[in-house]
């Protein structure tokens, strides 16, 4: 009789990642993929963005040796622009950029580096939300606790419940904020409820870990996504006794680089500190993990933000593909609303790559086994995999499955 190593239980499997396992081997002809977190063109397929497209023409003759451990400093500079804008000139000292493998990465190598050093009784993580949160705070070694975000009743923000939580956390603690285009639920907080959130942060004396994964995804507008980071910060930079924030930057969504692993992560604290401490801090986590980061999907992101054609370019990319979604978050809810007889408004004033359509895991079961549409448990449908070609037959199978 065998036995795990060193008694170590074999783990389940990924639900997302078997999901899209499944719907490969899948050969059904109809078959229809709502579950991946990759923006797809209207016929279905990968979308490399223009402006990417084009600034590859210019690394042909890139080199392939290696960043140094903090990554580019062109790559941070263009990136810290685009997340703080005009705030950016004012982050000297009190700053800390570093290049990371992805957001993933980014959100790591925060939790890395708070645990350690501010060492936080908790961290506080909304319900529901993007699941390595949970995982990468966990192995860190701080005590997760959830706060309310998503109300089902109201299929919008729990403000309450959300100020109700926070308010029992303590200084020093952290809490896990998405900037826009919220994962799972769509659903964004408004300005006057950020400014909120800021008022308790400040009297809490809380740490505010940002995840930045969709600026200029969500809206098509790079400054409309960064609103909430940039009001944070505003906030930290007035502040004098307060141990400030971090954003988790990722260039995966706005530039379709899924791929290439292209983040960074922001520390920033109050004006009258100096941050140079807590990045060398950050590269010694990092040497140990990775040592350098990846250069080429770094070069495409700063390839494309640091000439102005390119630039214009990608903001068109953004539109195009946040004007997609919308579209077909109005047809999916025109369609439901025509099969069902209710209100589906939801479904439409959500933001952002995913929609929390409110079906329950026997929905979703019957989706899958009666329809071949494949989604999360939760409800969670990926808008960008509908098209013209499957709007109809999705909506009229979710209102078939909600009738029996």
Known sequence: MTQEFLGLSVAPADTAFGLMAEFEADTHANKVSLVAGAYRDENGHPWILPSVRKAKEHLRDTTHEYLGIAGSPAFLRLAKDLIFGPIAARLKNNAASIQTVSGTGANHLAASFLARHLRPKRVFIPSPTWINHHSIWAMA???????????????????VGMLNALDQAEPNDVVVLQACAHNPTGVD???????????????????????????????????????????????????????????????SKNFGLYGERVGALHLVI?????????????????????????????SLVETVLADPGLRAQWE??????????RTMRRKLRQRLEAA?????????????????????????????????????????????????????????????????
Request: some cysteine; hydrophobic content about 40%; glycine content about 6%.
């Open 141 to 159: 070694g701080v005590a997760v606790v959830e706060y309310p975000y998503y109300s089902p009743t109201t299929k919008s923000v729990d403000i």
């Open 189 to 251: 907080l408004s300005r006057p409820q950020w400014a909120q959130i800021a008022e308790v942060v400040w009297q809490k004396q809380l740490f505010a870990v940002f995840d930045s994964a969709y600026q200029g995804f969500a809206t098509g507008h790079v400054d409309s996504d960064a609103w909430a980071v940039r009001h944070f910060t505003e906030c930290v930079l007035a502040w004098e006794n307060h141990p400030g924030l971090c954003v988790a930057q990722s260039f």
């Open 270 to 298: 109050p004006q009258i500190l100096s941050a140079q401490g807590a990045r060398g801090s950050l590269m010694a986590i990092a040497r140990a993990e990775y040592s350098n980061p990846p250069r080429f999907g770094a």
């Open 316 to 325: 068109a990319d953004l539109h195009t593909m946040s004007f997609r979604i």
């Open 340 to 404: 069902t007889q209710l209100d589906w408004a939801h479904v439409e004033t959500q933001i952002g790559m995913f929609s929390y359509t409110g079906l329950t895991p026997e929905h979703v079961t019957r989706l899958r086994e009666r329809y071949h549409i494949y989604l999360l448990p939760s409800g969670r449908i990926s808008v960008c995999g509908l098209n013209e070609g499957n709007v109809e037959y999705v909506a009229h199978a979710m209102a078939d499955v909600m009738k029996s």
